[in-house]
């Protein structure tokens, strides 16, 4: 099967980590086919940068279902643009903050969210009640790293992120953690055996819930708000992303 892996900010590198997370788990017969906007910011921190973000991802998902994608993942934890693209893909969306999230709700009572930047907890709040999950998450902690930190893979920025599981564990009585960041991917293994709990990367467990999606024939229904957009016009830069 070919799943396509959206970086919906425009750096390259992140690009890079958030592939091979997804390769690192994908089943032999699995291709993943990782793309990133030409428009757009650099990193997702907040509201703002999300709503610049979503008319290139949604191109890049555009591409990638004419390219024959089987389905797609939206690799940023606060599932960018996520009911736009189930609305506009032919093939299956999941955002990594909704795929982690369910994932750890399988493993643990209470789980907590370690994320980048205090800008990001209140949409991280507001999706884990939209998913219905806001009771099983004790806390959602900010480290505060940069997005772009991340990719310098530097101590100080592993220190603050492992100092937040370590309270997370002992103030918020959390029995696993999801990282909440796409540019964490590559920290999961090294937290869960620093910590001794489960670790949850959102790139890695979207990657397998889309495979078990494909596999089992499932897309998005049509029935309701993910019902294909009307047919109009749109006008200035965005009439590209017309219907």
Do not use: W
């Not at 793309?35 to 999300?50: K, N, T």
Request: glycine fraction near 8%; charged fraction near 20%; aromatic fraction near 4%.
């Amino acid at each position: 099967m070919r799943l396509h892996v959206v970086n919906p900010n425009t750096t390259a590198s992140m690009t890079a980590k958030i592939a091979a997370a997804a390769r690192s788990v994908a089943l032999p017969d699995t291709l993943i086919d990782a793309r990133q906007p030409g428009m757009g910011p650099v990193s997702i921190e907040g509201f703002y940068d999300e709503a610049f973000a979503v008319p290139g991802m949604l191109g890049c998902i555009r591409d990638a279902d004419r390219d024959g994608a089987d389905a797609h993942i939206i690799a940023c934890f606060d599932d960018t643009g996520l009911d736009a693209a189930r609305a506009a893909a032919k093939a299956p969306v999941i955002g990594i903050g909704e795929a982690g999230f369910h994932m750890a709700s399988l493993i643990a009572a209470r789980f907590a969210v370690v994320t980048t930047l205090g800008v990001s907890i209140v949409p991280i709040e507001h999706n884990l009640r939209k998913y219905g999950l806001a009771e099983r998450c004790a806390r959602v902690r900010a480290a505060e790293v940069p997005v772009l930190a991340l990719e310098e893979r530097n101590a100080d920025a592993l220190g603050k992120i492992s100092a937040e599981i370590t309270a997370a564990v002992r103030d918020d009585r959390a029995e696993a953690i999801v990282l909440g960041c796409a540019g964490m991917a590559d920290l999961a293994a090294e937290l869960a055996a620093t910590h001794g709990l489960p670790v949850v990367d959102g790139v890695a467990a979207a990657v397998t819930l889309a495979e078990s999606l494909v596999r089992l024939g499932l897309k998005t229904s049509r029935l309701g708000p993910y019902a294909a957009p009307r047919s109009k016009t749109y006008s200035g830069p965005f009439s590209p992303f017309q219907p």
